[in-house]
């Protein structure tokens, strides 16, 4: 497993990170705050499905949006932490498990 | 079968359920206490997470709020999922990799103090508490209405149970119970929700039914007579708000940042093997919510309507059983003010006073004599909002194992989150307080003792809550989430992403941010209660959202304070590094 030998290589996976974190969050800020809270009232105009739209949003193409959001991060952040080496895919599951410092207590 | 019976056979079994997996899981060490152990699988925590996060809030009150109060019930619902985004993106999988036991582990750590871990302590300790109080008057409800007991005796049910499995099994036995709990719970919300749906619009599922035309020929959808019946009632549109957009807009990221920075559901990402393991899990986490909140305002609509075409102008004679039965345990109540022996539904309290209080006997028509002075508003009916989720079984005519299946449910759902918000609690008393502050000769042992200790403390003080409570369960935990925004969100956020960040800067913003959202709740909740009207508030913001301001006050105070006092330690910087990357580098 290569894992980043330089601060340049930590600092660049850092930045791509926050980027992506950054189109996330304006998504996720989007749908929530702008079409279910601030834009509700014009989106109310148009109605999808027996719907309001904006109603819809608020209640739930919000929830469905957030679902979508965090997986594509799971998925994204896997394909950035491949390409500066620092994935954690090859690691064992028993990973950051100290040894079992504890008696065991019947 | 009675209805009773079968819902003592579902919660019986339940409950056995819970106890032998309970049994069969019991912790070992601390490491199993805390975090069972480690290695519990992304998929399995993601179910664990989604019953400890749903909470008796979330199944009994959510839904019966939305459906009084129609859009602007949104508030819960976004707000209420969407701080899973931030926290799959912004504080799990760098906590994961911290890799230690509690939230205040990690304040302390790298903040390089023990001052600040315990002010992390006591925020985390009044945040639990309040949370937790919700969720023992949600299992005394359920309990009363259900086995018919009084609430207090079902307090006291919901104490042994939780104090069982819990002090017993730790964090490893808290897992594998709540993923059974989910199962419970979710099967018990889905049911009834579908039968309804299919009863009114012939749609199956009813995040579609909800928009779907309505079987009785009108053509109307669910919505739009929903709209226009409340609109002839009085009532402002179903699908229109009536609070301030800004009130909404800050309730709403209230909810949202609180739900990112409350203990009991961060350390369950505590959990999982992996930094990844942890983002991944927080996606199925939501997905597993997700099936329930977006019935949830299914749930809300389906069921105000039938309550609607239920009471009104029904004459109290031909009610059906549901409502007397609510009625004799005093979440319902009804004064003929018109004298026409008809109830009649409409906007504004009927009474004075937030709740009924019955007098002996009863009235003209049968009904429970309530002896608060009437208002002045046409409304005859006061209906505790808690009950429509649970009453829509009845509401709707459903079959009676439907009901038991929902008490089981509901208890579930509260056992759950009670268990989880105990483990954080008790885990904050040994490891930060004992072990990490005052006593730091403990051994394994009896750290691990005092773990268990302080679970059966804290489920006493629970159920005192649980037994005076302050109000309805969903306004006694929406607080919980405001003291979580204002307090430990901001400073996890910038132990991970502020490298300059220093103790005393976040010392001062967890104190100033508990304390001004402390005071501002108080003060319109507890000291001036009738002052509590928007003219009154912060830029029209209520105390349910003012947790967005305190998180505001939070991050300036700890920025003002870090520009003039020394930065943190170099070793600090390397721990910052060190979380942030996925792997094992400088540590």
Request: glycine content about 10%.
């Given at each position: ?20 974190m ?44 957030f ?12 394909r ?13 599951d ?13 | ?36 152990g ?11 997470t989604?019953?400890?996060w ?7 009150s ?8 129609g ?6 619902l ?9 926290l ?20 302390g ?12 302590v ?10 937790i109080a ?6 005394g409800?359920?309990?009363s ?5 009084e ?39 889905l ?65 949202m940042?609180?739900?990112?920075g ?15 393991d ?10 597993f ?31 059906p ?21 008809q ?9 004075e ?9 009863r ?28 009453a ?34 008790s885990?904050s ?13 403990l ?21 005192y ?51 001004f ?17 928007p ?19 939070n ?33």
């Amino acid at each position: 497993m290569s894992e980043p030998n330089d601060a340049q290589q930590a600092g660049a996976y850092w930045r791509a990170n926050l980027r992506l974190m950054a189109w996330l969050l304006i998504i996720w800020f989007a749908v929530s705050f702008g079409a279910g809270i601030l834009f509700v009232d014009a989106l109310n105009q148009i109605q999808i499905g027996g719907y309001k739209l904006g109603f819809w949003f608020a209640q739930q193409g919000s929830i469905f949006t957030f679902v979508i959001l965090i997986f594509v991060y799971a998925v994204l952040m896997r394909r950035i932490e491949k390409r500066f080496g620092v994935d954690d895919t090859d690691e064992p599951d028993s990973y950051d498990v100290a040894p079992d410092q504890g008696e065991t207590i019947h | 079968m009675s209805a009773q019976s079968l819902t003592y056979l579902f919660v019986g079994l339940s409950f056995a359920l819970y106890i032998g997996i309970a049994i069969w899981a019991r912790a070992a060490s601390t490491k199993d206490f805390y975090v069972a152990g480690g290695h519990v699988h992304p998929v399995v925590n993601g179910v664990a997470t989604a019953a400890d996060w749903m909470s008796a809030a979330s199944f009994i009150s959510m839904a019966g709020i939305i459906a009084f109060i129609g859009y602007d019930g949104s508030v819960y619902l976004m707000g209420w999922t969407g701080g899973f985004v931030l926290l799959a993106l912004l504080l799990a999988p760098y906590l994961r990799k911290f890799g230690q036991f509690t939230v205040p582990d990690f304040v302390g750590e790298r903040y390089y103090s023990k001052t600040a871990r315990v002010i992390a302590v006591i925020c985390l300790l009044v945040i639990s508490f309040t949370y937790i109080a919700g969720q023992m008057r949600g299992v005394g409800i359920v309990f009363s209405r259900f086995l018919e007991v009084e609430i207090d005796t079902g307090v006291y049910a919901g104490m042994t149970i939780v104090f069982f499995y819990a002090v017993l099994g730790g964090m490893k036995g808290i897992t594998y119970t709540q993923v059974a709990q989910y199962c419970v719970m979710i099967f018990a919300y889905l049911v009834p929700a579908i039968f309804i749906s299919l009863l009114l619009t012939g749609v199956p599922l009813p995040q579609i039914g909800l928009g779907a035309p309505l079987l009785d020929g009108s053509g109307q959808t669910v919505l739009e007579r929903l709209d226009a019946v409340l609109v002839d009632l009085g009532f402002g549109a179903y699908t229109e708000g009536q609070r301030s957009t800004i009130d909404v807009f800050a309730i709403t990221a209230a909810l949202m940042v609180g739900t990112a920075g409350l203990p009991h559901v961060i350390v369950r990402f505590f959990t999982v093997p992996k930094v990844s393991d942890a983002r991944r899990s927080a996606g199925w986490a939501l997905v597993f919510i997700a099936i329930l909140y977006t019935t949830a305002p299914a749930v809300a609509g389906f069921s105000r309507l039938n309550f609607v075409d239920t009471v009104q102008n029904t004459a109290y004679d031909d009610t059906p059983q549901w409502l007397r039965n609510w009625e004799d345990i005093g979440l319902i109540g009804w004064t003929d003010k018109n004298s026409d022996g008809q109830i009649q539904y409409g906007p504004g309290a009927a009474f004075e006073g937030s709740a009924p209080v019955f007098g002996e006997g009863r009235g003209p028509a049968g009904e429970r004599v309530v002896t608060n002075s009437p208002t002045e508003v046409a409304n005859e009916i006061y209906v505790d909002r808690d009950i429509m989720v649970l009453a829509n079984p009845e509401i709707a005519d459903l079959p009676d194992w439907v009901m038991a299946l929902v008490a089981a449910g509901g208890l579930a759902a509260a056992l759950s989150t009670a268990a989880g918000l105990l483990l954080v609690i008790s885990s904050s008393i040994s490891h930060d307080l004992l072990k990490k502050t005052f006593v730091s000769t403990l051994t394994e042992k009896q750290e691990l003792l005092c773990a268990r200790l302080s679970a059966a403390a804290a489920v006493i003080v629970a159920g005192y809550f649980g037994i005076n409570p302050p109000g309805f369960v969903a306004q006694v935990v929406a607080f919980a989430f405001g003291l979580a925004a204002a307090s430990i969100f901001p400073v996890l956020f910038m132990g991970i992403f502020i490298r300059r960040m220093n103790r005393q800067g976040a010392i001062a913003g967890m104190v100033s941010g508990l304390v001004f959202t402390w005071l501002y709740i108080a003060y319109f909740k507890f000291w001036a209660p009738a002052a509590n009207v928007p003219e009154n508030w912060f830029l029209g913001i209520s105390p349910e959202g003012i947790g967005m301001v305190g998180m505001l006050v939070n991050f300036a105070v700890a920025f003002a304070v870090m520009r003039f006092t020394a930065p943190p330690p170099d070793k600090i910087g390397k721990l910052v590094d060190s979380i942030r990357l996925p792997v094992q580098t400088v540590r």
